[in-house]
C-alpha cells in the first residue's frame, strides 16, 4: 500500500507577491501508518531540475499534514530568500521508510 496518499496542493496557481492573498501553496496529503518516526522532505524545482527550495518535516508517524497551523507551505521564496519567477515549478515529497524512499511528484504554477 501506498504511503504517501491523496495529494493535493493549494491554491494552485499560487500569486507570492505579498498581497496577502495567495501568497502561500499548501501541501496537503495523508501519511499511512509508519513502525517509527521517520523524514519528511518537500523539495521544489524549477523546469531545469534546479533544486529552488527544501521543506523539512522531522518525526512523522501518520496523520493528514496541511489541515493544520504546522503545515508544509511554501511562500515562493527560493532558498537564497529571493521571490520566484512566475512560471511552472515541480515538487517532490520524499519520505523515508523501511523498505527504502516513497516519494509523490507534482507540478506548481506560480503567477504575478
Do not use: C, H
Not at 494552485?12 to 521517520?38: H, K, W
Request: charged fraction near 25%; hydrophobic fraction near 40%.
Amino acid at each position: 500500500a501506498e504511503l504517501i496518499s491523496a495529494v493535493s496542493t493549494a491554491p494552485n496557481p499560487f500569486t507570492p507577491n505579498r498581497d496577502g492573498i495567495n501568497d502561500e501553496v499548501a501541501f496537503r496529503f495523508q501519511i499511512q501508518e509508519l513502525s517509527a518516526p521517520r523524514a519528511l522532505e518537500v523539495t521544489l524545482y524549477d523546469l531545469s531540475g534546479r533544486v529552488v527550495r527544501r521543506l523539512s518535516s522531522q518525526d512523522v508517524v501518520r496523520g493528514v499534514f496541511g489541515e493544520s497551523a504546522g503545515a508544509l507551505a511554501w511562500d515562493g521564496m527560493d532558498d537564497g530568500g529571493s521571490l520566484v519567477p512566475a512560471g511552472m515549478y515541480v515538487y517532490r515529497i520524499s519520505l523515508e521508510t523501511d523498505s527504502g524512499k516513497e516519494e509523490r511528484l507534482g507540478t506548481l504554477a506560480v503567477a504575478y
